[in-house]
């Protein structure tokens, strides 16, 4: 409604930026109260992720590049949903602008496409021969230091480099968007530095493209990167998939220096034993194991049957939804016109953080520990 209202000059940016901060505060003290111990950064979009990444990577097609400042409102949302922009007027007193001859031109929206099988969308990157990428938002750095000027060390979220060129497009046909990993990832780096000044310890880089299939070159892509973004000092990296097991990806995958690996095991939850089996001792894994997709509730009592003492005593074990919780609804218990018998079933973003907290503590204290929450679930 925030953003609605500040593209109809409703609101100001100020108060659309007040607004999505607020939004932010609720959702980091919301987590904290259900008992999360990694509470993720940067994972707030005032449009998509993806179209955040390529803003961040000043990847900014020219024709939207005279609107303003890379970092800008108004570029950001003329990439998203278009615009309508005066570039000339009669007395000609726009300079330059007058020579195209056009009076509220409007200028179109990026491509859009499906976000890998669900029913989000995303801003699909456009790319070209030769771009050179540079950090033009620090946004990731902005949302860490907020959060930790309230009280919380959170983990920041960013969409990893490969996935994000296999998501680009270019309008020079055959060019590969791969080719632009070297100047993408002197942009990583940067970033990663700043985190780390900023005190981030870890940085989930997510990767949902290694759930595809996948070519040698585009596995060869991967270990370059991540040999080169693990060598920043201070920052553990956690490499984050999703909507899907790795398969064939796996050893690739396990082979990275990385300090930590999430799993998606409410779609994969087969690839488990797998990584357990092949897995470097020091490498902690985070377990997918809450839904991120299905509004029903849990079956906790299964999840501990399952997952209790996984990893044994020597592995990092964190537990997880399997992907971000940004296709649930918030809260069920705003919501007065569900039918009782039907709304004890279901279970939103704020009800999988208190399941994702009652596994956390019965895998790591026993099941003794949350016995009265589990009945209560049942």
Request: proline share 5%; with cysteine.
């Amino acid at each position: 409604m925030a953003i609605e209202a500040y593209r109809a000059g409703k609101i100001d940016k100020a108060a659309l930026l007040d607004t999505a901060r607020g939004l932010r505060t609720a959702t980091w003290d919301r987590q904290k109260a259900a008992g999360i111990d990694v509470i993720p950064s940067n994972d707030f979009s005032l449009y998509d992720q993806v179209l955040d990444t390529s803003v961040m990577l000043g990847a900014i097609p020219e024709i939207y590049q005279t609107i303003g400042a890379p970092d800008s409102l108004e570029v950001y949302f003329a990439m998203a949903r278009g615009t309508r922009t005066e570039t000339a007027n009669d007395s000609g007193s726009q300079g330059d602008a007058v020579s195209s001859g056009q009076i509220n031109a409007h200028v179109p929206a990026q491509e859009t496409a499906k976000w890998f099988d669900t029913n989000h969308h995303y801003v699909v990157p456009e790319v070209e021969p030769g771009q050179i990428f540079a950090l033009s938002t620090t946004k990731p750095v902005d949302h860490f230091k907020e959060a930790l000027a309230l009280g919380h060390q959170t983990r920041p979220v960013i969409l990893g480099p490969i996935t994000w060129l296999l998501l680009a497009k270019s309008k020079t046909d055959g060019f590969d968007p791969l080719t632009l990993l070297d100047s993408a990832l002197d942009v990583y780096v940067d970033l990663l530095g700043k985190l780390q000044a900023a005190s981030a310890e870890w940085v989930q880089m997510d990767e949902p493209a290694l759930v595809l299939d996948l070519t040698d070159t585009i596995r060869a892509a991967y270990r370059i990167a991540y040999e080169r973004l693990s060598k920043v000092p201070g920052i553990s990296l956690m490499l984050t998939t999703y909507f899907g097991g790795l398969g064939d990806n796996l050893a690739t995958a396990l082979a990275l220096p990385v300090a930590g690996l999430h799993l998606d095991l409410v779609c994969a939850p087969e690839q488990l034993d797998a990584v357990l089996a092949d897995a470097r001792p020091d490498l902690a894994l985070s377990l997918g194991i809450i839904d991120g997709r299905d509004v029903c509730r849990a079956d906790l009592a299964s999840l501990l049957d399952r997952y209790e003492g996984v990893g044994g005593e020597q592995r990092v074990i964190e537990i997880a939804p399997s992907c971000s919780l940004l296709h649930m609804p918030i809260d069920l218990t705003e919501v007065t016109k569900l039918d009782p018998q039907v709304s004890q079933w279901l279970g939103v973003a704020r009800q999988k953080l208190e399941e994702i907290a009652t596994i956390t503590l019965g895998v790591r204290d026993g099941r003794h520990a949350v016995t009265h929450l589990v009945r209560q679930s049942r």
